[in-house]
């Protein structure tokens, strides 16, 4: 029985093929990770060594679906990341509408794309603005009602970390929530 040799394949190697798979320009992708369109360029030419930094690795990891560990040059950072409800819904429809990561960034602005790349790799939170979660929404076709539920879930998140004891402020909390809701679904 012949076994297959794996050859294993550079980093660089590996975004390069990544871009020419998924016809992905190379400034699309150094806007959607953070980094210049010079770097990307010196980084596939390796006239640049590969990234060490965690932050960059993780958000190339997260453009390709891949997990940071795929890449030799990653360590595991020391902090630990959250695993949010609401990130996972968003990768739930994005599933269930069979989208990749490139197809769902490339429906935002040019501006937004790091840092829906951040709240994939779970650097950064959900947006707690309703009309940036609406704009979520609609890329992922989600019902006007699961994303009140993320909006819900975050803000309640929000203000925890501000201090308050929701549990305590029930009556508070519901009331606010009820009549935000009636106003948003009025509008919608």
């Known amino acids: 029985m012949k076994t297959k040799q794996i050859i294993p394949q550079k980093s660089s ?18 806007e959607m990770i953070g980094v210049t369109l010079s770097y990307v360029y010196n980084l596939i030419d390796e006239t640049v060594s590969f990234s060490t930094r965690s932050t960059t690795i993780e958000r190339i990891a997260t453009v390709m679906e891949v997990e940071p560990e795929e890449f030799d040059e990653y360590k595991i950072p020391q902090e630990p990341i959250l695993i949010d409800e609401t990130v996972e819904t968003i990768k739930d429809f994005m599933k269930e509408n069979k989208m990749s990561v490139v197809s769902f960034l490339k429906a935002f602005p040019r501006k937004k794309r790091q840092d829906m790349v951040d709240v994939l790799r779970g650097a950064l939170p959900v947006p707690v603005d309703y009309k940036e979660l609406l704009l979520i929404g609609k890329t992922l076709n989600m019902p006007s009602e699961a994303v009140y539920s993320m909006w819900e879930t975050r803000l309640k998140q929000v203000l925890q970390s501000a201090g308050m004891n929701i549990y305590a402020n029930s009556a508070l909390v519901e009331t606010m929530l009820e009549c935000a809701k009636k106003q948003i679904m009025k509008q919608g």
């Open 13 to 30: 190697e590996k975004v390069s093929a990544f871009l020419e798979k998924n016809a992905l320009h190379k400034r699309d992708f150094a």
